[in-house]
């Protein structure tokens, strides 16, 4: 059972717009930044989102993230065939002491 | 540029050691902590931990103290995941990564644990 709770699955047609949430609680994304990341099948996750709200260089700007209060969401404008992929978020849990990802969402187009 | 590169796949018998490691490029490893992320088939991401080459600073998560050991070589700007007896249940992809926003990661070691 994940600490972050992610709906599994979300789809959309080309061109949609997609959200994907990332429901928290206060000693996680209450009180730290979330990270949200891709992975495309068969490799390893890659960084879309930092600081809640950036962006990587090179990350298109379709994809935009933002918090409230102990939930986050990614959102997915422009939806492509290629955003067909694994979704995950993650930040820092002071409770835990540990860093905690969500329970993954699969976006299919 | 900064590359983090793993060693290759394993098949291993329980019971069994086994090290994979994790070699930086591109930065100073003692720069950084260095996390280790489990995938388990079919299944999510899982953090395992952190280490502080500089010291060897170690923060494990609750599920996998005990189970794993985190170590670095600094001469070669490598980390190490290290289990002295492994299950059927390590098998898994692990990766290390670069926290705090885990920027980069590594391309994944794939571990098969299998009689």
């Known amino acids: 059972q994940s600490v972050l709770t992610q709906p599994p699955s979300v789809s959309g047609t080309p061109g949609q717009t997609v959200i994907i949430s990332c429901s928290g609680g206060s000693p996680n994304i209450g009180s730290n930044v979330v990270n949200w990341f891709q992975q495309l099948p068969g490799r390893a996750p890659k960084l879309l989102i930092f600081d809640n709200i950036q962006r990587p260089s090179g990350v298109p700007d379709r994809f935009s993230g933002s918090k409230s209060g102990t939930s986050a969401s990614l959102a997915i404008s422009g939806l492509q065939s290629e955003d067909e992929s694994d979704y995950y978020c993650?930040?820092?849990?002071?409770?835990?002491?540990?860093?905690?990802f969500g329970s993954g969402t699969t976006v299919t187009v | 540029e900064v590359q983090l590169v793993q060693s290759g796949a394993e098949v291993k018998k329980p019971g069994e050691s086994l090290t994979i490691s994790c070699k930086a490029s591109g930065y100073t490893l003692t720069s950084r902590w260095i996390a280790w992320v489990r995938q388990m088939p079919g299944r999510g991401l899982e953090w395992m931990g952190i280490i502080y080459p500089t010291d060897s600073d170690t923060i494990y998560s609750p599920s996998f103290r005990g189970q794993v050991t985190f170590s670095v070589d600094k001469s070669i700007n490598t980390a190490f995941l290290h289990w002295s007896s492994l299950k059927a249940s390590d098998t898994a992809i692990y990766y290390c990564?670069?926290?705090?926003?885990?920027?980069?990661w590594g391309q994944g070691t794939l571990v098969t644990v299998s009689s």
């Open positions: 990564a670069r926290p705090d926003i885990y920027d980069y």
């Open positions: 993650g930040s820092w849990d002071d409770s835990l002491k540990n860093y905690v």
